[in-house]
């Protein structure tokens, strides 16, 4: 008896047949009803309040297919302000200043305004960086895929003729993705949990610029994280000592206690493109050199 050529893969009707199956379903009572609605076409009961455990898991799920069918093995994050304008524009910030007030702030931002220009350099270097053997990309650039900073980094990305991943959020007022982000790796979250685990699940690396309540919120968590032994240490990059010093009193948090000596070792301030790519660079080496 000669043996069967080829066994299907699958009995089961796809769920996409089934659902334009669905879909065309004579028109009664019954079948215009919600409840006849198949549960994965039925938005209703999807945004149902207890269905909030399954939106967790789909909206864990998507980005990481996403990622994987992208080939997309490591990622390099970018944290960073919203509000930190591009070199070139940042002097409209003094010209539309009306008092004193509003004047040192505009200032203030457009001294910051270089750490545009350092991200996007910063993600060109990174974006060169080679496949590996089974042709998986690593050290791509990710970052929240809005506006400033996050621009720079994804443009810095476009520029090197490489793609890059944002991970935008639903706001009240509306944040579009910025244009850099490639459209196919460009992901929108409901959840800032969720998010803040796909910025850490791929990142080898990631690189904080001066930000507000957000980049605090996400760099402070990741320094957690390492803290506390729940992932293992990458590199962190500070971007302007001058700033952080200004604004987090790290070494008062070691004098009273509430942090220890070597926790300030889980970061490195720096300034240039160049200084933070080597510390990333120089990481991994002794890392792999160490086994």
Known sequence: MSEPTRVPSRVFRPAQQEAESANTASGTPQTEHPAYRLAFQDMDFLLREDLRPVRFQLELLK???????????????????????????????????????QKKIAERLIEKSKYYDVARELAQMVSNFPLDEAGKRHFVVCSGGGPSIMEAANRGAQDVGAESVGLNIVLPHEQAPNPYVTPGLSMQFHYFALRKMHFLLH?????????????????????????????????????????????????????????????????????????????????????????
């Open 63 to 101: 980005p990481q297919l996403i990622l994987d069918a992208a080939n997309i093995a490591s990622t390099f994050v970018v944290y960073g302000s919203a509000r930190i304008p591009e070199p070139s524009k940042a002097q409209a910030l003094l010209e539309l200043a009306d008092t004193p007030q």
């Open 203 to 291: 990142a080898r690396a990631v690189a904080v610029f001066p930000g507000g309540f957000g980049t605090f919120d996400e760099s402070f968590e990741l320094l957690t994280l390492i803290q506390t032994g729940k992932i293992d240490p990458i590199p962190v990059l500070f971007y302007g000592r001058d700033f952080w010093n200004r604004v987090v009193n790290f070494e008062a948090l070691c004098e009273e206690g509430v942090i220890g000596p070597r926790d300030l070792g889980l970061f490195h301030f720096v300034e240039t493109a160049e200084e933070g790519w080597a510390i990333v660079q120089d990481f991994w080496r002794e890392k792999e050199a160490r086994g």
